[in-house]
C-alpha cells in the first residue's frame, strides 16, 4: 500500500524557519495532489498548503501566506514545506496527505477530495513543530 511518511519537526525558537519534508512510497499512481495539514490536540486538522499537479495550481492558507512555501520534487514522490518566521502560533503536529485519484482540489491550502474515494487520500503520522516565544 501507500505509505506516507514525515520528517523535520522539532523545536524551534520564534522567528526560526523549518524545512518538513514528506516521501511517499508504495503507489504504483503518481499522485494527483499533496498537501500539509497542522492540527493541535482538541481542534480539528487544519489545510496549510497544497499542489493540484493536474493544473499547478498551489494554494496556502492566510495564516501561512507568505511565510510558507510548498514544493516537490520532479518525481512527486518527496514534498516539502519550508517555514519562515515561525510563531508560537505555527505549534502543531503537522501531516502530510497524498492523493492518487484526480477527484481532488486545493483551495485556501485545504487539500479536498470527492469524499466517494477519500480511501485515496493517504496520510503520514506526523511531525511535531514546537515554536517558542
Known sequence: GVEVMESGGGPVPAGGSLRLSCEVSGSTVTPYCMGWFRQ??????????????????????????GRFTISVDNAKT???LQ????SP???AM???AA??????TVVDGFLAVDPK?????HWGRGTQVTVSS
Open 117 to 121: 474515494f477519500h480511501e485515496q487520500k
Open 94 to 96: 503537522y501531516f502530510c
Open 40 to 65: 493541535v490536540p482538541g481542534k480539528e486538522r487544519m489545510g496549510v498548503a497544497g499542489i493540484d499537479f493536474s493544473d499547478g495550481d498551489i494554494s496556502y492558507a492566510s495564516s501561512v501566506k
Open 83 to 86: 517555514m519562515n518566521k515561525l
Open 99 to 104: 492523493v492518487t485519484t484526480p477527484r481532488c
Open 78 to 80: 518527496t514534498l516539502y
Open 89 to 91: 502560533d505555527d505549534t
